[in-house]
């Protein structure tokens, strides 16, 4: 493939040709690779599905918010950047931690950008659109995606980065907060694909950029499952929804129940995550408090799994403490039927107005 010249920008990507009858997203399938210069600064980015990850972007915090990708999206990222021809080693700062002497930043932001988006176009076999909110303790970011876009676009509305100080942070260590917006710039005009990341709330500089990227992994990779608004994320291993099926006709279900005696009621909860959230709506769930049985019927229909809850007792005594005392012991059923942490890797697709 020659080389494409775009805003001095400086492209050389030797990408694996996906034939017509590919089967997306296999283990074994082999990575694409793409180059891409900024100035000074070369970029080379290879991914494969539900594979390892390695950075050197030569910027320690954009390394870890690329890996992002490895962990939600389930992709596999190498990125190796090289700085005048010297290739960069990993887990070490370009400027050894300098804030004053910097000159690579920007160019960095872009090619990592560009070549990322290159190298994603590569899983991309269809157009698809969809939209996914990420936590991250205080923090909380909205990405939507959609693939195969004829008129690339980014909107990027982070700023400011944190509450501390007023206007908030410019830097995360060595990492400069203004240039996030032009790495996702760079990345969507390569991918060919139109995205909006927005900070919905965060006072944590470190949670608003951390929850954008996570955000742009899980939107990403519900696209490529074929998840949108009003169906379950999709970041699953391939055969899980087989698997779960498979469990339904068996007494191994992944569940857990809880109960939670105080002054006012007694609460029982038992949760099922391989049964399917029954069609209406509060079928089996009483708290005694009618708003709260209609929240937790949403959610459990958005998030996709069965659960039951009943209160016995004096329930109209305080609803106050019913709502609170049902939401822990909810907590702690689903804790139970996870298992371990190893579970919340998995978030539900969770579509936000």
């Known amino acids: 493939m020659p080389p ?70 389930q992709i596999g990222v190498t990125m190796r950047v090289s700085i005048d021809g010297v290739l960069h080693q990993a887990h070490i700062d370009y400027a050894s931690g300098s804030l004053a002497d910097r000159p690579h930043d920007r160019d960095i932001f872009i090619a990592c950008g560009a070549a990322l988006g290159s190298s994603l176009k590569y899983l991309v076999n269809n157009i698809s659109e969809s939209v996914f909110c990420c936590p991250l303790d205080e923090a909380f970011a909205e990405a939507r995606l959609t693939l195969s876009s004829d008129a690339p676009y980014s909107l990027c509305d982070l700023a400011p980065y944190g509450s501390m100080p007023r206007q908030g942070r410019r830097w995360i260590g060595c990492y ?49 499952d074929g998840s949108s608004m009003g169906g379950s994320h999709g970041c699953v291993i391939i055969g899980e929804e087989r698997v779960r099926q498979d469990l339904l006709a068996t007494p191994n279900h992944r569940t857990g129940s809880r109960s939670r005696s105080t002054k006012e009621t007694t609460i029982k909860i038992h949760a099922d995550l391989d049964c399917p959230a029954p069609t209406a709506l509060t079928e089996s769930i009483f708290t005694g408090v009618e708003l709260m049985d209609i929240i937790l019927g949403e959610f459990r229909q958005t998030a996709g799994f069965n659960f039951s809850v009943h209160c016995d007792g004096d329930i109209y005594i305080d609803d106050h403490h019913t ?31």
């Open 4 to 73: 494409q010249q775009n805003e001095g920008l400086t492209v050389s990507a030797a990408t694996t040709e996906k034939a017509e009858t590919k089967t997306p997203y296999l283990a074994n399938a082999s990575p694409s690779s793409s180059s891409f210069t900024s100035g000074s600064v070369t970029a080379t980015c290879s991914v494969i599905e539900f594979g390892k990850s390695f950075h050197s972007t030569g910027i320690c915090f954009l390394d870890h918010m690329v890996d992002q990708l490895t962990s939600h999206a």
């Open 176 to 224: 400069q907060c203004a240039l996030t917006p032009v790495f996702f710039e760079h990345l969507v005009q390569t991918l060919g694909a139109r995205l909006e990341l927005r900070k919905m709330r965060g006072h944590n500089a470190h949670h608003v950029v951390e929850s954008s990227f996570k955000a742009f992994a899980r939107v990403f990779r519900a696209c490529l």
């Open 323 to 353: 709502v609170e005392d049902v939401a822990i012991t909810l907590g702690q059923c689903l804790n139970v039927a996870l298992g371990n942490k190893a579970g919340l890797a998995r978030k539900i697709f969770f579509p936000c107005n």
